[in-house]
C-alpha cells in the first residue's frame, strides 16, 4: 500500500481530454521515512513518515522530548507530524527515504482521510437533516426537535437518538477518489470531487484498498 501526508488547498476545475474536472488541489508530501517496522517484532510490516520539517529550536518547543531523541537516534531531521503506512515489502524502504506526490500516477484510484469542517452545537435540523415543523404563524413547532419521551417502560431516551450536538470535526474517509493530475515539480496532487476539511486541513492518502 502506497501513501502519504498532505495539506488541502482548496479546489478548482482542471480541463483534460475536452473534460472538465472538478478537482481538490493537495500539497503532498515531501515526508521522510523515520522508522521501519517488521513482522517479527508486530502484526505486519509498516513503515513510520513524518511530515512538515521542523528546525532543531523550533522541535524543542513542540515536540516531546522522546520524539525529538527518536528524530535523532533515527539520524533525520525532526518533522510535527508522524503517520504510519503499511506496506507488501518492507525491503523497498530505508529510514531517510523521501516520498513525494510522484508516488500516485494519474488515473490511479485513492482513499482520502481527513477531519470534517467543525460547525460546533447544532440543533437537530442542521445536524441530521430534519425537516422541521409547520412555518405558519399558528404552529408552535418551527425547529424544535420534537417529542423524544418514551412510555413508562423504558422510561428514557434510547441511546444514539438523534438529538442537536457536536456537529462535524470527525474524521472521515471518502474512497476510490481519481487522481487527475500530478505535478511532482510542485509536489501537487489534483484529486477529482471532493475530500473532508478546511482548506489547510492534513489529509493521508492512500492508494484505494478495492
Not at 111 to 131: C, E, I, L, P, Q
Not at 135 to 160: C, D, M, Q, Y
Request: glycine share 14%; charged share 30%; hydrophobic share 35%.
Amino acid at each position: 500500500m502506497k501513501g502519504i501526508l498532505g495539506r488541502k488547498l482548496g479546489m478548482t476545475t482542471i480541463y483534460k481530454d475536452g473534460k472538465a474536472f472538478g478537482v481538490t488541489v493537495v500539497k503532498a508530501g515531501p515526508c521522510t521515512v523515520v522508522q521501519k517496522k517488521t513482522s517479527d517484532g508486530g502484526e505486519y510490516d509498516a513503515i513510520q513518515v513524518g511530515f512538515e520539517e521542523l528546525t532543531p529550536e523550533r522541535a524543542k518547543k513542540v515536540l516531546t522530548k522522546p520524539l525529538v531523541k527518536k528524530f535523532e537516534a533515527a539520524k533525520v531531521k525532526p518533522h510535527r507530524i508522524l503517520k504510519e503506512f503499511k506496506v507488501g515489502n518492507i525491503n523497498d524502504f530505508n529510514v531517510g527515504d523521501i516520498i513525494e506526490a510522484r508516488v500516485f500516477s494519474e488515473g490511479e484510484k485513492v482513499d482520502v482521510t481527513g477531519f470534517s469542517k467543525g460547525r460546533g452545537f447544532s440543533g437537530a435540523m442542521k445536524r441530521w437533516n430534519f425537516r422541521g415543523g409547520e412555518a405558519s404563524h399558528g404552529s408552535k413547532f418551527h425547529r424544535e426537535l420534537g417529542s423524544v419521551g418514551n412510555h413508562t417502560e423504558p422510561a428514557k431516551i434510547w441511546k444514539g437518538k438523534k438529538m442537536p450536538g457536536q456537529y462535524g470535526n470527525e474524521k472521515k474517509t471518502v474512497k476510490n477518489l481519481t487522481v487527475v493530475k500530478v505535478d511532482a515539480e510542485n509536489g501537487l496532487l489534483a484529486i477529482y470531487g471532493a475530500v473532508p476539511g478546511a482548506r489547510g486541513g492534513l489529509l493521508v492518502i492512500k492508494s484505494a484498498n478495492r
